[in-house]
Structure formats: C-alpha cells, structure tokens
C-alpha cells in the first residue's frame, strides 16, 4: 500500500515513529515540470519529511518546508495538511549543464524554514541551515535546535521505473526537560541505531508492519490505522480573485487591455486562471461592498 503513513509507539520506551512511502502523491509533484533527477531526489525527500512532520499535528492547519539558496537549488517547497494533503514546486539554476553530484553541493547559503500555519493561532517558524551531507541530517538537527528533541529521520527515494519517497521517524516522547539527554536515553540510542540500517531498496519493498517488525521484533510496538497522503492543491478562482482585490484596478485594467486578460498560473497545479476586463470591475466592485472606507 504506497501513499500510506503509519504512527506507531514503542509500549515499554518513550519513544513513537512513523513510517511512510509514496508514490502516487510524489508523482504528481515531479511531474509538473522537467525536474533534474536531483531535484526530483529532493522533492521527494521533501514531500516524505513533510508527511512525517503533518502526520502528528495537533491542530488544524499545514506545515511548509521550503529551501532557499543561492546555489544549484534557488527554491523548494513543499506543503503538508493535517488532512495528509501535499503539494510541492522547486525552482534550479536551469543555466548550468551538469546538476551537482550529492546533496550538500545543491546549495549556497541553503536553508531550510520550517512553518507551522494553524488555521486559528498564531505562525511558528524554525529554521535550519541545510550544511549537513542529507536532508534527514538537516531535520535531525532542526528537532534538536528548535524542538529539544531526540531525532532519527531516514528519508529515501528510488527514481527507477516508477519514482517513490519514503520516510522512517524516530523520536524521543518528551516526559520531562531531561528528555533530550543523551544519557538518560539509552533506549533511543538502541531505536536510533536500528532504525539507521534500514537501506532504501528495503523501504519500498516489504509492507510498513513487515519493517517496523523486521527492525524491532523485540519490542512490543502498537501501530495505528494507516493515513492516506495524498497530492492536493488547493489553489481557486475566488482565491487568486482575492490576490488581485489588492491591486490597483486601473493598473490591471490597463494589464488587460496589452494582454487580452491576466492569466494566473498555479506554480504547484499549474491550473490557469483567466480574468478578463469584466472580472476585474465586479472583483473591485466587491472591494467598494465591503467598505473599505
Ligand atoms: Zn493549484
């Protein structure tokens, strides 16, 4: 089953995880565009962070992991909602001929943000610099950085034949300020070695239980019902309307008249939105409604 995450809890350690593999969502992501192989190796790190990361959210709302540099890598961004919808777009410098070999030769000046948008409640941001060899070193040390949090993250993606991303967590259950002692952790350490032997090809081979079984047959282990990750954009009409209630109406107009209509091009779905001379006075029109005196 791909496009599925499952949480899971050791019953004798404070400690939880999670496992995912998509297919399906990651396709529709790398799809978009022509993206380097590396690029797609990113995205899909990427979209299977932002999974593991959604999948225990504690309110209603999305997390954002977006990458800016100066280097090979200008921009990546991917989405996660508390309903496991993703999205995701990158942006390269399209002028070089030869993509960078690894990861960390991808950026210049890279990091990486992490935000959390509540839809009631105010933005957290956190933010980590991306100089590590992995994207799953990176958010290991933003868990610890931002979060005082025990990490292990394995992330993965396997471009042959059908691309997948998937994704294996880790993590210390905070039950005091002490929790991120190493030293009082001996329980994690034996979880976080384990967990870094998994190898990729086996990620996406064998079922989620068959893993978390495999890697922990000593331990007494509860899996939750699966979630479905799915790829979703949720770009509209009425909100890119809203977009141009905010700018001045003789100036589309005249935009209009040049181009025939403004086209608004949703960079993660590529949906086109058009919106003649007509749209633009009775979007302007509501803005007099809804008195902005
Ligand atoms: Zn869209």
């Known amino acids: 089953m791909t496009d599925t995450l499952e949480r899971f809890l050791f019953e004798n350690r404070q400690i939880r995880g999670e496992i995912v593999t998509l297919e399906s969502s990651f396709n529709s992501i790398i799809k978009n565009k022509d993206y380097p192989e ?25 997390i954002s992991l977006q990458i800016q540099s100066e280097g090979f890598v200008r921009y990546a961004v991917v989405n996660g909602t508390h309903e496991l919808d993703v999205k995701g777009v990158a942006k390269w410098d399209e002028t070089l001929d030869s993509p960078p070999s690894n990861f960390k030769h991808c950026f210049k000046k890279g990091i990486l943000a992490i935000t959390l948008t509540p839809e009631n409640g ?19 040390n933003y868990f610890l950085q931002s979060e005082q949090l025990l990490t292990t ?50 990620l996406f081979a064998i079922s989620h239980k068959e893993m978390i079984h495999r890697l922990f047959h000593e331990d007494d282990i509860r899996i939750f019902e699966p979630q479905m990750v799915n790829f979703k954009c949720d770009c509209s009409r009425e909100r890119c309307a ?52």
Do not use: W
């Open 122 to 140: 105010t933005r957290y941001q956190g933010m980590v610099s991306l100089d590590q060899d992995s994207l799953a070193d990176c958010l290991e």
């Open 153 to 202: 993250v394995v992330l993965a993606t396997d471009l042959s034949n059908t691309p997948k991303a998937g994704g294996f967590l880790v993590q210390v259950i905070p039950t005091s300020s002490e929790a991120t002692n190493v030293a009082n952790t001996p329980d994690y350490e034996h979880v976080s070695y384990l967990t870094r032997t998994i190898k990729s090809d086996e």
């Open 38 to 62: 590396i690029v797609q190796k990113l995205l899909g790190e990427l979209v299977a962070a932002a999974s593991l990361l959604t999948a225990t959210l504690k309110f209603k709302g999305e």
């Open 242 to 293: 809203g977009a141009l209630r905010n700018v001045n109406k003789s100036e589309l107009l005249s935009m209009v008249a040049e181009e025939g209509s403004i086209k608004m091009d949703c960079q993660f779905c590529h949906s086109v939105y058009d919106f003649d001379a007509i749209d633009i006075e009775n979007i302007h029109a509501q803005n007099l409604d809804s008195g902005s005196a």
